[in-house]
């Protein structure tokens, strides 16, 4: 069993910059490849960025490239985003995902998702 729990979401003006963190309890951390995921209001969840289990492959979403970053530091349990250039349409709720798998992680192969934190951004 993981448990994940984000933080670092809140209210920013567009422009501005937000690091989420995912804590992950349990001892196997290493062993999940990790993703961040968002719902905006009205829209199905989508993929934002993966990282592989030793984090040396990372991916993103067209949406994001050149503005966040998803990093991870096996030894403290923990994977963040970092978001930066951030505009209004990035406003959502936003999940953090753990797949017991080698490949990149994706919507059909996680195993635990986070509760979610809030990202709004103002205009």
């Known amino acids: 069993q993981v448990q994940l729990v984000e933080s670092g979401g809140g209210l920013v003006q567009a422009g501005g910059s937000l690091r989420l963190s995912c804590a992950a309890s349990?001892?196997?951390?290493?062993?999940?490849?990790m993703g961040w995921f968002r719902r905006a209001p009205g829209k199905e969840r989508e993929l934002v960025a993966t990282?592989?289990?030793?984090?040396?492959?990372?991916s993103y979403a067209d949406f994001v490239k050149g503005r966040f970053t998803i990093s991870r530091d096996n030894a403290k349990n923990l994977v963040y985003l970092q978001m930066n250039s951030l505009k209004p349409e990035d406003t959502a709720v936003y999940y953090c995902?753990?797949?017991?798998?080698?490949?990149?992680?994706?919507?059909?192969?996680?195993?635990?998702w986070g509760q979610g934190t809030q990202v709004t951004v103002s205009s």
């Open positions: 995902a753990a797949g017991l798998t080698r490949m990149v992680i994706t919507p059909s192969s996680v195993n635990y």
């Open positions: 349990g001892r196997t951390f290493s062993s999940y490849a």
């Open positions: 990282i592989t289990r030793s984090g040396d492959s990372t």
